[in-house]
């Protein structure tokens, strides 16, 4: 028997642990990246500042892995826990990518190891710098796998359901869904933009504090241009992505967009909010963009929310959502586009402290758009955990003591978000980079003599 209590806090739990973990599980994937693009820019120029930016990047890195392991630690043991009946009927075909997770998760560690404790250990840097291409591979498949694992729920294939078992069951089939390679790309691509412009915030906001170090100027200018590039790669991919809803996932389009009756032409509902007999105010229309959004024509009918059953229409609040994400995604780009091209172009108004801060936000903002992204993947999904088989309150478990595992989870995660946040922070307090830089120019001249 359903127990509403246990369901509320399952979904509680699994949202709190989800949204501490996409924080480590996003730095995680997209900061090897990022390492291995400036110590290769650093290589290439002979410039040992880009190369001090990977070495000082890695160090930070760590402490990160060691958090994001143990909160994907406890989505497994959640998954089985709060979510027994779900595991029961899906669990045979997603065990092989939550199998393939683990193994790429420690593929990457094994290599980050390495290539942490080789430094300056090969007379051909190229070969130090070769270490980084398993750690990046690495953890991007395990974002892979698992995202895979998430796009198998929203288009469930590779399986024939008899009495309510899943038979016939073809693994490979089920893996490559409809919805994994828009979800693949999007969290990829995403992780590798949030990445960047958090290491940018950290480099403007030392420069803010005073430190005119090139160190953290060519830094700034890096991580910026990176950011751009896979900002736009972000929004091209969230194309394809509003195209993949239209056709396989409509009820979700069309609640994000409110979109309540189908029709021809649509038009795009951006901001505005909706009051209780569902009057949408303050909103901005934009003409013929939803059907362009949906199927690249302008004069294409959408589904509308109409067309669904009221218990299969997800949660409207979803649309909040999806306008933050959007206009994150808008913001971050601009300030990119204007934060690059001042450089080329010598615009001074870059280097004004209101601008710099605008560049700060940037790292906490694209944090924010991760989190409303995935709620809006997530939530956009109920009322199903497997959509079209299994409905969440099917899924999830009957017992009462979940309210006090929320709130043990809760003391865990504000001890390891508060600790990594202090670990850290006396990691380079202690370690200044001009100090780190007068260190490696003595290890030099060393070596010489």
Request: glycine residues 8%; hydrophobic residues 55%.
């Amino acid at each position: 028997m359903m127990n509403e209590s246990a369901v509320f806090w399952s979904r509680m739990l699994t949202e709190l642990t989800l949204s501490f973990h996409i924080i480590y599980a996003t730095i995680g994937v997209g900061v090897p990246l990022m390492i291995m693009i400036a110590q290769w820019v650093g290589m290439k120029n002979n410039d040992e500042h880009y190369i001090l930016l990977a070495r000082r990047i890695t160090r930070g890195f760590v402490i990160t892995v060691a958090v994001g392991v143990v909160t994907g630690t406890a989505i497994g043991l959640q998954l089985s826990l709060l979510w027994p009946n779900f595991m029961r009927l899906a669990g045979q075909v997603i065990a092989l990518p939550l199998f393939m997770e683990t193994f790429a998760f420690f593929f990457e560690a094994i290599f980050l190891g390495i290539y942490l404790y080789t430094w300056d250990r090969f007379d051909n840097q190229t070969k130090h710098m070769l270490l980084l291409i398993p750690v990046a591979i690495g953890a991007s498949m395990s974002a892979v796998f698992i995202t895979v694992v998430n796009s198998f729920m929203n288009t469930p294939q590779g399986f024939e359901l008899v009495n309510g078992e899943l038979v016939n069951i073809q693994p490979l089939v089920a893996m490559f869904n409809p919805s994994m390679p828009t979800k693949v790309a999007h969290v990829l691509a995403s992780a590798y933009m949030t990445s960047a412009f958090l290491l940018a915030s950290i480099a403007a906001f030392r420069l803010l504090k005073g430190s005119n170090h090139i160190y953290y100027k060519k830094s700034l200018f890096l991580m910026m241009k990176l950011g751009l590039i896979f900002s736009i790669a972000t929004a091209v991919i969230g194309d394809f992505s509003g195209k993949f809803l239209a056709e396989y996932q409509p009820e979700k389009l069309a609640a994000a967009e409110w979109h309540f009756e189908t029709e021809e032409a649509a038009s795009l509902i951006l901001l505005g909010f909706m009051d209780q007999e569902e009057n949408i105010k303050l909103a901005i229309r934009i003409p013929y963009a939803l059907s362009i959004l949906a199927h690249g024509n302008p004069m294409a009918e959408v589904i509308g929310l109409n067309e669904f059953p009221e218990d299969e229409i997800p949660p409207l609040y979803i649309h909040y959502l999806f306008n933050i994400m959007v206009f994150i995604g808008m913001f971050m780009t601009l300030v990119s586009i204007l934060y690059v091209a001042g450089v080329w172009r010598g615009w001074q108004f870059i280097k004004k402290v209101w601008f710099r801060w605008l560049t700060v936000l940037g790292g906490p903002l694209s944090i924010i758009a991760i989190e409303t992204g995935w709620w809006l993947a997530e939530v956009g999904r109920q009322p199903w955990i497997l959509r079209g088989y299994m409905r969440t309150a099917q899924g999830a478990t009957t017992s009462e003591h979940v309210d006090m595992m929320f709130i043990l989870f809760c003391i865990l995660y504000i001890v390891l978000g508060i600790g990594s946040i202090v670990v850290l922070s006396r990691m380079y307090r202690a370690n200044p980079i001009e100090q780190e830089i007068q260190d490696r120019m003595a290890e030099v001249e060393g070596g010489v003599r």
